[in-house]
């Protein structure tokens, strides 16, 4: 009979519902950092986003610095939180230790929120990069133990 490790009843697929779910809805959210900035600062990046006839002298720009940063912040979350996800489906196959596979979920998530917030107040260097680095660190953790178990 084989194991089912994509059940409830299995408490790292259980972790790892939480902790991926939550990574993109983060991730999800950060869209609407995105929108808040371009409302705020009133840089729209498309003609038909002006309302028309309200503001003239606004014109279409993908060069606001506030409104970059928040979507660089975003960008790095799809380029890191896709991969934790993918890696993590494939990481649960192997049947990892309980204790060790949270700590890897955990970690993950949060450094990216560390990561979000170091890019956004923004903290001095090497805050973002640390963040950034321990969430890479969990990932390839995962992504070595898989590749050791299955050569």
């Given at each position: ?21 939550a990574s993109v809805l983060k991730m999800m959210l950060m869209s609407l950092?995105?929108?808040r900035q371009r409302f705020r600062k009133k840089a729209f ?107």
């Open positions: 009979m084989s194991t089912l490790y994509y059940t409830l009843s299995n408490t790292v697929f259980r972790s790892f519902l939480f902790y991926a779910v950092l995105t929108s990046a498309n003609p038909e986003d002006i309302k028309p006839g309200k503001e003239k002298k606004i014109q279409p720009t993908t060069s606001d610095p506030d409104v970059e940063r928040v979507r660089r912040n975003h960008l790095n979350d799809i380029e890191n939180v896709i991969p934790f996800v993918l890696i993590g489906f494939c990481y649960i196959a192997c049947n990892p230790d309980p204790n060790i596979a949270l700590w890897h979920f955990r970690v993950f998530f949060f450094s990216r929120l560390f990561h979000t917030f170091a890019y956004q107040i923004p903290l001095p260097q090497p805050s973002r990069a640390l963040g950034f680095i321990i969430g890479l660190v969990a990932t390839v953790s995962m992504a070595i133990q898989i590749l050791l178990q299955v050569y």
